[in-house]
Nanobody
Framework: QVPLVESGGGLVQAGGSLRLSCAAS????????MGWFRQAPGKRREFVAA????????YYADSVKGRFTISRDSAKTAVYLQMNSLKPEDTAVYYC??????????????????WGQGTQVTVSS
């Protein structure tokens, strides 16, 4: 098990920013690919961003491209999602995910092995 813990969610006005963090309890993500997904009420879970373990592959959903940035710390102990220019449609529970096979960064949630409990992001208009 790789317990993942997200933090940084909250309530923000449209146009504002939030930074989500995801840390693994007691270990690093050395060779893992990391992804962020979100699920809004009544909707299916959707891909937001992902980064391979080396950082050589980074992908974003079209809906967040240019506004969100996924990053990892050099020690590979945490992954972040910087969210700028937030919109009400970004409101969702955001989940961090880790994939053991880290050479690629899939957009499909089923490709990930471990998940966090989620953190709520609410953007008011």
């Amino acid at each position: 098990q790789v317990p993942l813990v997200e933090s940084g969610g909250g309530l923000v006005q449209a146009g504002g920013s939030l930074r989500l963090s995801c840390a693994a309890s007691g270990r690093t993500f050395n060779t893992y690919a990391m992804g962020w997904f979100r699920q809004a009420p009544g909707k299916r879970r959707e891909f937001v961003a992902a980064k391979s373990w080396s950082g050589g592959m980074t992908y974003y959903a079209d809906s967040v491209k240019g506004r969100f940035t996924i990053s990892r710390d050099s020690a590979k102990t945490a992954v972040y999602l910087q969210m700028n220019s937030l919109k009400p449609e970004d409101t969702a529970v955001y989940y961090c995910a880790a994939r053991r096979l880290g050479m690629t960064a899939p957009r499909e949630g089923d490709e990930y092995d471990y998940w966090g409990q989620g953190t709520q992001v609410t953007v008011s208009s």
